[in-house]
Nanobody, 125 residues
């Protein structure tokens, strides 16, 4: 089992920045990818960004490319999502997700094996 604990999030004005953290514990050696998804009210959960647990290859949704940066601290087993130039449409509950898939990253929430509890990001216009 793997446990994911998210911190960060909150209220920010449009154009501002926030950083989310996701600390992984347990059988982290089994992980292939760790990433972030988000879900706004009335919408489906969507991919935001991910990083390969070994190697560090990063993946981004087109909507956040150039504004968000995902990174990981190997010693802390923690993944960070730095969010800059936030827009009202970025407001959502953000979830950390861990994937044990071998091979190409799917960017789909259906392949995630573990989820964090979610953290709210609110962007005021």
């Amino acid at each position: 089992q793997v446990q994911l604990v998210e911190t960060g999030g909150g209220l920010v004005q449009a154009g501002g920045s926030l950083i989310l953290s996701c600390a992984a514990s347990g059988r982290t050696f089994s992980l292939s990818y760790v990433g972030w998804f988000r879900q706004a009210p009335g919408k489906e959960r969507e991919f935001v960004a991910a990083v390969a647990w070994n190697g560090g290859t990063t993946y981004y949704a087109d909507s956040v490319k150039g504004r968000f940066t995902i990174s990981k601290h190997d010693a802390k087993n923690t993944v960070y999502l730095q969010m800059n130039s936030l827009k009202p449409e970025d407001a959502a509950v953000y979830y950390c997700a861990a994937d044990r898939t071998i091979g190409v990253y799917s960017r789909s929430p259906t392949t995630a094996d573990y989820w964090g509890q979610g953290t709210q990001v609110t962007v005021s216009s």
